[in-house]
């Protein structure tokens, strides 16, 4: 059974960078591919990031590719996605997920374990 805790979401504004983590635990970490997936009020959850269990294979929402960046520290167990020239559009909880399969997918069923979810709010 894999625990994953999110952190690092925040109130900032248009056009600023932030970094969420996600520290996992109870597993072996590099056994499993990573996602970072958010839902905005009233919307479904959609597919941000994912990153391979090696971190070779990256692959990013078009809304998102070019700003965030997903990576991880198989040795600290944490997965990051950073997180620049954000705006409003991008406020949402934001989750991090953990795949057995070890690639990269982008559907929310493919992901085995699911953290709390982190707030990140960009005011205009």
């Known amino acids: 059974q894999v625990q994953l805790v999110e952190s690092g979401g925040r109130l900032v504004q248009a056009g600023d960078s932030l970094r969420l983590s996600c520290a996992a635990s109870g597993g072996t970490f590099s056994n499993y591919a990573m996602g970072w997936f958010r839902q905005a009020p009233g919307k479904e959850r959609e597919f941000v990031a994912a990153?391979?269990?090696?971190?070779?294979?990256?692959y990013y929402a078009s809304s998102v590719k070019g700003r965030f960046t997903i990576s991880r520290d198989n040795a600290k167990n944490t997965v990051y996605l950073q997180m620049n020239s954000l705006k409003p559009e991008d406020t949402a909880v934001y989750y991090c997920?953990?795949?057995?399969?070890?690639?990269?997918?982008?559907?929310?069923?493919?992901?085995?374990?699911w953290g709390q979810g982190t707030q990140v709010t960009v005011s205009s």
């Open positions: 990153i391979s269990w090696v971190g070779v294979t990256t």
């Open positions: 997920a953990a795949d057995s399969t070890r690639v990269v997918h982008i559907t929310a069923t493919h992901y085995d374990y």
